[in-house]
């Protein structure tokens, strides 16, 4: 796989400096500068009867979250091949019995070719 060219984490979530409508990710360390600056500001659309804030705030949780997600999707994949086996290169070769073990990490892999690119 190749090296990810995102921000390291932890991230964090914080209101936004003088807007309390949207929230920033933000690392959640000290770099040799001092505190860093935000990655992304994070709002919401204020539709389908959620509060504007509350919807923000959901948002920023789940962005916040991407690196944990990744971590655990490569964990899940790596248990799964030493469980099951990998994908054979040809998708014609998936036995029956085999085929959710296969859905699944397609899946995974879908969603981690998402976050590489």
Known sequence: MSTMKHTPGPWAVREAYMDPDNFEIFPDYKTQVGEPAEIAIVTGHGHFDIDFQQQ??????????????????????????????????????????????????????AALAKARS
């Open 56 to 109: 923000a705030a959901a948002n920023a949780s789940m962005f916040s979250a991407a690196l944990e997600m990744h971590e655990a999707l490569l964990t899940a994949r790596q248990q799964l091949v030493s469980l099951g086996g990998d994908l054979p290169s040809d998708p014609d070769a998936i036995i029956h019995g085999d085929a959710i073990h296969a859905a699944v990490l397609m899946v995974i892999d």
